[in-house]
């Protein structure tokens, strides 16, 4: 994701990855099969994990299939497999993503039937291997998508008619916030709970992925289950224990309830409490240090209640949450002015493609009154 580039290869290097570069909504890196796996279980910022297989450059499409059919595909597929092609292109000679997909496939399929008789079937839901064309200018690189389904669907989440925001960006603005399970926390308004969830995970290191249903990887026929198995047994053996609270507040009981099933699909509710509350009616009720991480509502522009409603954000951490560090991320850039405190950090971040700001209050304890960082 834009702006993430930074924590996702932080999130890299920790797991053990190596040669690892950042690129523009992007990270490369290298790790064994083994890693591969890791990397989908428990990366939090990554949207997807492809793995390079061939590139070259490409003049226009007849180039493309001669170099497509070229290419030894019997290491990845059988006429027994399917699969399906995502393309995405960014160059002059090339417009339509489609046609380009149309044209990889009869590459692989007239190569197959050439030398086996026999060809691979496409199957654009389900595939046994997802095969993903990137074409830069004259440049095009053929991976695979290990990891299939968007890394954002964790699998805790049940349907949802609130709109939540995406699990990626979640712990992507938690991790930005410095959030490390050091201290209390609590998202105001927390909808289906998505950061308090993310924030427990991270608060005990548990893998993020670890209940999800399924990863591309597992249908390919190298696929080592035992492998696999040993890494989810490791990455849940540094899981770490966390002493401090989590607690979620949301003024529609529906949400509440929502949180809540979210939670315990999680296996989290030893870690989280959620109550239905409105934030403009609370005070920080905790002793300790309080990281608070939220995204209100944003309104699709400013209007009075949009304005009220800012401002009352704004009055209520100063007045009654001394000592926290508070957060909040929207796409209201107006609103925001109406919060009425000098924000410390201020972060260019998109949630899905509006551009919006994280933004960071610190209220300060030991006085009625917060005092206001006054760095930018
Ligand atoms: C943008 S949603 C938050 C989505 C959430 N992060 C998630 O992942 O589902 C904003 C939430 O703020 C809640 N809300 C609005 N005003 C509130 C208030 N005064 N006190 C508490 N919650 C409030 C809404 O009910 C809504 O669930």
Redesign the pocket.
């Known amino acids: 994701m834009f702006g993430f580039e930074e924590i996702l290869a932080k999130e890299l290097r920790k797991l053990g990855g190596m040669n690892i570069e950042q690129g523009v909504r992007s990270v490369s890196f290298e790790g064994d099969t083994g890693f591969m796996y890791k990397a989908n279980l428990c990366l939090r910022t990554a949207i997807k994990i492809v793995k390079p297989i061939h590139s070259f450059n490409v003049l226009n499409e007849d180039d493309l299939y001669n170099k497509i059919y070229a290419f030894d595909w019997s290491e990845y597929l059988s006429p027994d497999t399917t699969f399906a092609i995502d393309t995405t292109i960014n160059s002059e000679n090339f417009t339509h993503s489609l046609y380009v997909s149309q044209k990889v496939k009869d590459a692989i399929v007239d190569k197959f039937r050439d030398t086996d008789g026999e060809r691979p079937n496409v199957d654009i839901k389900f595939p046994d291997i997802r095969i993903n064309i990137h074409i830069q200018k004259d440049h095009c690189n053929v991976a695979l998508d290990t990891s299939g389904r968007s890394l954002h669907q964790r699998g805790y989440k049940t349907a949802t008619n609130?709109?939540?925001?995406n699990e990626v960006l979640?712990a992507g603005i938690l991790l930005l916030s410095g959030w490390d399970g050091q201290s209390d926390f609590l998202d105001?308004?927390?909808?289906?709970?998505?950061?308090l969830i993310e924030a427990a995970m991270i608060a005990c290191n548990i893998p993020v992925n670890i209940n999800r249903k399924e990863f591309a990887f597992e249908k390919w026929p190298d696929y080592d289950e035992e492998l696999f198995e040993k890494i989810v047994d490791s990455c849940l053996n540094k899981t770490r224990e966390f002493h401090f609270k989590i607690a979620g507040?949301?003024?529609?009981p529906s949400?509440i309830r929502k949180a809540q099933d979210n939670i315990d699909n999680a296996n989290l509710a030893e870690y989280i409490k959620v109550g239905q509350?409105?934030?403009?009616e609370t005070e920080k009720s905790m002793e300790n240090h309080l990281h608070i991480v939220f995204?209100?509502?944003y309104g699709e522009r400013l209007n009075i209640e949009m304005e009220e409603f800012y401002k009352n954000i704004g009055d209520t951490l100063k007045q009654h949450y001394p000592g926290t560090d508070a957060w909040l991320i929207t796409s209201n850039l107006e609103a925001l002015k109406f919060v009425g405190l000098r924000p410390s950090r201020k972060i260019k971040v998109f949630n899905s493609h509006l551009e919006s700001r994280f933004v960071k209050y610190n209220i300060y304890s030991g006085s009625k009154k917060a005092k206001y960082n006054k760095e930018q």
């Open positions: 609130i709109a939540p925001i979640a105001p308004m927390c909808g289906s709970g998505t950061l507040y949301d003024k529609a949400a509350f409105n934030f403009f995204n209100p509502p």
